[in-house]
């Protein structure tokens, strides 16, 4: 059983849409959320991460964190066609190099 | 910039045999490394985590026997998929962390086909 659940499994949303992407952890002992984007053949890299909770804005992306439910979303607003990829969101325990879990992603198509 | 160097970006063995992965890290001290294997389901399993200077230490399902890693220096790391089968095919990524950074940078995986 995946310890990271993500939701929903594939997303597509209008050019200029907004994306809504979520994240669960059934660790009660996750310090911080990362999210991360997989664009095809390439390798994964990070977005954000979140630690405190309530949200966290960096351009168009918004991440939210409720801890008390373990739960994270991100949310994509003025969505375009080059935010097309999997997004990957992991969880991590808080040592001081963490292992992360990752969820299995959402695979996010932005139609033109 | 901080990058890893992953090496070969794809390979083809045959069943039962065994094969041997590389990364190089670049621009920052990799104190731990991550490997993971994204399957062709798509789930992303954490294999290990290797720290310098410190034990490795193998998820659930992930064994030294099967995979063992080496991670001798602060700049490389490989794995060995060992007696390769159908179940092992998909792309193993290794992520490099530096001490005290909270970012982890992947390679760019290497995808294993097993015949």
């Known amino acids: 059983q995946q310890k990271v659940q993500q939701s929903p499994e594939s997303l597509i949303v209008p050019e200029g849409g907004m994306a809504s992407l979520n994240c669960t952890s059934s660790?009660?002992?996750?310090?911080y959320f990362w999210w991360y984007r997989q664009h095809s053949g390439k390798s994964p890299k990070m977005l954000m991460?979140?630690?405190?909770?309530g949200e966290k804005e960096e351009g168009r992306f918004t991440v939210h964190l409720n801890k008390a439910s373990l739960h994270t979303s991100l949310h994509i607003r003025d969505s375009q066609p080059s935010d097309s990829a999997l997004y990957l969101c992991?969880?991590?325990?808080?040592?001081?190099?963490?292992?992360?879990?990752f969820g299995a992603g959402t695979q996010l198509i932005v139609i033109p | 910039g901080a990058l890893v160097y992953q090496y070969p970006r794809r390979t083809i063995c045959k069943s039962g045999t065994s094969m041997r992965m590389e990364c190089q890290a670049v621009?920052?001290?990799?104190?731990?490394v991550a490997w993971y294997r994204q399957s062709p389901q798509k789930t992303f399993e954490l294999i290990a985590l290797?720290?310098?200077?410190?034990?490795?230490?193998?998820e659930q399902n992930f064994t030294q026997e099967k995979f063992p890693i080496s991670h001798p220096n602060l700049s490389f790391s490989s794995m060995t998929v060992l007696n390769a089968y159908l179940e092992d095919r998909g792309l193993y990524l290794c992520?490099?962390?530096?001490?005290?950074?909270?970012?982890?940078?992947f390679g760019a995986g290497t995808r294993l086909s097993v015949l």
């Open positions: 660790d009660r002992n996750v310090d």
């Open positions: 290797s720290t310098v200077n410190s034990a490795i230490k193998y």
């Open positions: 992991a969880d991590d325990r808080g040592s001081a190099l963490g292992r992360l879990h």
């Open positions: 621009g920052f001290q990799a104190t731990s």
């Open positions: 991460s979140i630690f405190s909770n």
């Open positions: 992520g490099g962390q530096g001490a005290g950074q909270n970012t982890l940078y």
